[in-house]
């Protein structure tokens, strides 16, 4: 990723493969999902740009979360809302960084307890790598090869800015 | 320490819920704004979150309580926790002793969480004081000193009918604020929301002795005492109170406190009437006013179940967090 690239490109090369695989894959209607908080800021971009007409769904995954036992409850839950029935839907999970996998592991247990989706497929902004789980995407914005300690956030909605941050 | 300062640990998150008192406002709203979240979660197909997956919760219970436990019992299920009611009722003289006698041994079975009702003030308190370290309390009801759950849901239900300024808002709480528990962690939490007005309604008999100390405006009138509110919380009238000389009939009672149609004129015109159950129907309200348009008594209820969710998983909590 070069460090002064427009998001707005990234997303628009999303919108190209995501198109491509929906035709290929011969889905009908996908509907879009996106995950707390930048996971929704990029799915409202995709949905409009690729001309979605279904509400865009939401998805706090705090509630299925794997380390509540360790750090507890976030303090800031927003309700999911998935304005839609999942059943038979072809569902496409929006995230903006694919890390551990283990968000996705969340937001695919709580997907499932809406219903049963005819399939999903996953898009991230970025791919920083540094997988604990047998989880890859099938769209990527940009892969990033990032460091243990290093740490990479989306800021947005507006304007929407990404930052490499080191931990001390 | 004081008896409060067992709710909350050092980093000020909830360890146990015993009383409103003791607790401050934004951990009030922490609660609410969990709860809101957890209200999404009857709309799954499987309604059930994983959260509290392989702790046990006990309901015990040394006084008898249908809605309160079910609800409870309906919470802990949706966070995946599993559950066991104890009924206990005994005489008050051996106790004490035996109250110690069954924790030790719940305790020693593994238990995360009890859930307490007892006809003693304190008695959540006094288990709290009592139990092992990594073991939580949420108290459902203690005699007459405090309902925190029930007052946490009736304020739920208070913000998703008016919205989320209470400065605005004038609520009178009627009936038998005496021996009510209820009403005791609704004047709590009606202030630390910082309530425009808050009004208590009933015969000087049912008044305690300091309750404008309380923060609270006391009327002997239920026409004035309604008068331009925009919540009525009804309380409910216990038959034994009756023997004890302190209110003439329920006849007579419902003639002056009793809730009508034609008496809720005096409130506000958008009045939303509310009652923590069961209700006396012809002794506290009107049927007519029960099942109306401005009672929100049924919601009541299923708000009960997200709030006592988001309260037993925040003390669920782990108790020192890591700060990620």
Known sequence: MNEREDIATIIDDMVVQLDELVVSSGHTNPAIVGIHTGGVWIAEQLQRKMAIKEPLGSLDIAFYRDDFTRVGMNPVVRPSELPFSIDNRHIILVDDVLHTGRTIRAALNELFDYGRPASIMLATLIDRGGRELPIQANVVGRYVDLKPEEHIKLSGPEPLTLEIQKTA | ?324
């Open chain 2, 1 to 324: 320490m004081s008896r409060d300062n067992l709710q909350i640990d050092g980093n000020g998150q909830l360890r146990h819920f015993l009383s409103i008192s003791g607790l401050n406002r934004q951990l009030l709203i922490d609660i609410l704004d969990t709860a809101e979240s957890f209200a999404g979660v009857t709309e799954q197909t499987v309604k059930k979150v994983p959260l509290l997956r392989g702790k046990t919760i006990v309901n015990l219970f040394f006084e008898a309580s249908t809605r309160t436990r079910t609800t409870f019992e309906l919470a802990a299920k949706r966070l995946s926790a599993d559950v066991l009611n104890i009924n206990i009722t005994q005489s008050s003289a051996t106790k004490g002793e035996t109250l110690l006698d069954t924790l030790r041994n719940l305790e020693a079975m593994h238990v995360d969480m009890f859930i307490v009702r007892h006809a003693d003030s304190g008695a959540a308190h006094f288990i709290a004081q009592n139990i092992a370290p990594h073991v939580s309390i949420i108290n459902a009801g203690d005699g007459r000193h405090s309902h925190p759950t029930q007052a946490m849901l009736d304020m739920f239900t208070i913000r998703r009918v008016k919205g989320p300024d209470f400065g605005r808002l004038r609520v009178a709480i009627v009936g038998d604020i005496m021996h009510s528990r209820v009403a005791r962690s609704q004047i709590h939490a009606l202030n630390l929301l910082n309530t425009g007005e808050v009004r208590i309604v009933a015969p000087k008999t049912l008044i305690p002795a300091h309750a404008e100390a309380l923060g609270t405006h006391v009327f002997h009138d239920l026409r004035e005492g309604i008068k331009d509110v925009d919540v009525i919380i009804m309380l409910r009238l216990q038959h034994e109170r009756m023997q004890g000389a302190l209110l003439p009939s329920e006849h007579e009672y419902f003639e002056l406190f009793g809730l009508t149609e034609s008496k809720l004129a005096y409130a506000s015109p958008d009045v939303t009437v509310m009652h923590p159950g069961p209700i006396n129907r012809g002794v506290e309200m009107d049927s007519e006013v029960a099942d109306g348009s401005r009672s929100v008594i049924l919601e009541q209820v299923t708000h009960g179940i997200a709030v006592r969710m988001a309260v037993m998983s925040m003390a669920m909590s782990p108790k020192e967090a890591p700060v990620e």
